[in-house]
């Protein structure tokens, strides 16, 4: 089945612990993304990558790191995470960027 | 960014046809409209899209004004798991690609 998956989907974690969310898509994408969503500000854009090696910021990088060392994986790392990256956070892919964007399920982080 | 308006939250009888309207008096010539969906509890699905003429998928249709300021996305028969944020995504094709989500209408199904 084509998919995307993210884990974990629930963290819970306290200031300044190093953790990292993974995302995987089996579906041979190029262009791979991350989004978080907060109450009354939608979902915004953290990073993105076009291609394996090729990473970029989105709207929202502040505290957030990435990496894209093959096509299928693109894990968001948060090496000091604070409590304002509570948030329910999601990882998308595309074919090409241009097209339609396949979402995973979701990860639920609260930092206390 | 243009900016798309939609109303907050649509009700509809199960297996009647539903029509999501979205206003983008703003659009540019370049501008895709898209529309997703989010169920509860999980992540953004993608529903359609198009750019001038109307569309048809599996999934919905998309009817599209012909000055374009305005766009609806067509339902033909709600069914209980059509229950979602039906969001209204005008897409330029920027180096990010990303999507930009409004605030959504919240579609309830009534059995």
């Known amino acids: 089945e084509a998919q995307v998956t993210q884990n974990p989907r629930y963290l819970i974690t306290v200031t300044g612990k190093k953790l990292t969310v993974t995302c995987s898509q089996n579906?041979?994408?190029?262009?791979m993304s991350w989004y978080r969503q907060d109450p009354g500000l939608g979902l915004r854009q953290i990073y993105y990558?076009?291609?394996?090696?090729?990473?970029d910021k989105g709207d929202v990088p502040e505290g957030y790191k990435v990496s894209r060392k093959e096509k299928r994986n693109f894990p968001l790392i948060l090496e000091s995470p604070s409590p304002n990256q509570t948030s329910l956070y999601f990882c998308?892919?595309?074919?090409?960027?241009?097209?339609?964007?396949?979402f995973g399920p979701g990860t639920r982080l609260t930092v206390l | 960014d243009a900016k798309t308006t939609q109303p907050n939250s649509m009700e509809s009888n199960e297996e009647e046809p539903v029509h999501l309207p979205c206003n983008h008096s703003?659009?540019?010539?370049?501008?895709?409209i898209h529309w997703y969906r989010q169920l509860p509890s999980q992540g953004p699905e993608y529903v359609i899209h198009?750019?001038?003429s109307n569309v048809n998928n599996r999934m919905a249709s998309l009817a599209i004004a012909e000055d374009r300021k305005s766009s609806t996305l067509i339902l033909h028969r709600a069914t209980l798991r059509d229950a979602a944020v039906y969001y209204c995504?005008?897409?330029?094709?920027?180096?990010?690609?990303?999507?930009?989500f409004g605030s959504g209408t919240r579609l309830l199904v009534r059995p």
């Open positions: 703003t659009i540019s010539g370049t501008d895709y």
């Open positions: 990558s076009m291609n394996v090696e090729v990473t």
């Open positions: 198009g750019l001038t």
């Open positions: 995504i005008l897409r330029w094709m920027d180096s990010s690609y990303k999507l930009i």
């Open positions: 579906m041979n994408h190029e262009y």
């Open positions: 998308a892919s595309s074919l090409q960027g241009v097209g339609e964007q396949f």
